[in-house]
């Protein structure tokens, strides 16, 4: 999985000089994406855990930080449904579909390429 906080410190790294305000918008806008992304594909057994996928900021005058979580006491499910578990019949539910990889893959690129967009 592509850590966005990880490619966010790579591009100040390379551009120290970049206005603070390039990475808010981008990284907002992925933000919301992978949020709006995981909720459709999340399992919905109840439809509770999708419910609760959410972000929240970490904000510092240097950096922007972003974090995709599950609020309330589905956060434990993450791991579960991402990987798999052995049910209690003996058998393994194995995920058809990774719904979680492939979205933050998807709009941690597109972060990148919204920064790279505006900078040109």
């Known amino acids: 999985m592509v850590d966005i906080n990880a ?3 790579r591009i100040l790294e390379e551009y120290g000089d ?5 990475l808010e918008k981008n990284s907002k806008k992925a933000m919301n994406g992978l949020i709006k992304e995981t909720r459709l594909n999340a399992p919905k057994i109840t439809g509770l ?3 609760r996928i ?3 900021n970490q904000k510092k005058k240097t950096s922007v930080n ?3 979580y ?3 006491g589905s956060h434990g499910l993450t791991h579960l449904i991402t990987k798999g578990f052995r049910l209690r019949n003996g058998k393994t539910y194995k995920p058809k579909k990774d ?3 492939g979205a933050s893959e998807k709009w941690c690129k597109s972060f990148v390429d919204g920064v790279i967009d505006d900078l040109g």
């Open 7 to 9: 490619e966010i410190n």
């Open 18 to 22: 970049l206005p603070y305000e390039i």
């Open 49 to 51: 855990y999708s419910s």
């Open 54 to 56: 959410s972000s929240k």
């Open 66 to 68: 972003r974090i995709w």
């Open 70 to 72: 599950v609020r309330g």
């Open 99 to 101: 719904f979680l990889t």
